[in-house]
């Protein structure tokens, strides 16, 4: 089992910077890729983006290229988000999750997942 818990979300202002963290606890953290989907009110969860267990390969949403950083500390079991120039349309409840090795794209491949903190930018 692996345990993930969320934080850094909160309320920003439109153009704004937020840095979410995941901490990982259970199992060889730098054995699984992680990571990061969102969801919004009425819409499926959709990958935001998400880094290999070693740190050498990321994927993002093309919603947010540009914008998002995704990074990883294995030696502090923890993976990150930075998010700026924030807009209204990144308003959701983002998740961290994790799977074995390599890189997923689809919710369904995950294996664990946080309980997720709720990201606003007001306009």
């Known amino acids: 089992q692996v345990q993930l818990v969320e934080s850094g979300g909160g309320l920003v202002q439109a153009g704004g910077s937020l840095r979410l963290s995941c901490a990982a606890s259970?199992?060889?953290?730098?054995?699984?890729?992680m990571g990061w989907f969102r969801q919004a009110p009425g819409k499926e969860r959709e990958l935001v983006a998400a880094?290999?267990?070693?740190?050498?390969?990321?994927r993002y949403a093309d919603s947010v290229k540009g914008r998002f950083t995704i990074s990883r500390d294995n030696a502090k079991n923890t993976v990150y988000l930075q998010m700026n120039s924030l807009k209204p349309e990144d308003t959701a409840v983002y998740y961290c999750?994790?799977?074995?090795?390599?890189?997923?794209?689809?919710?369904?491949?995950?294996?664990?997942w946080g309980q997720g903190t709720q990201v606003t930018v007001s306009s």
């Open positions: 999750a994790a799977r074995s090795w390599s890189v997923g794209t689809r919710a369904e491949e995950y294996d664990y």
């Open positions: 259970g199992r060889t953290f730098s054995n699984y890729a």
């Open positions: 880094i290999s267990n070693r740190g050498k390969t990321t």
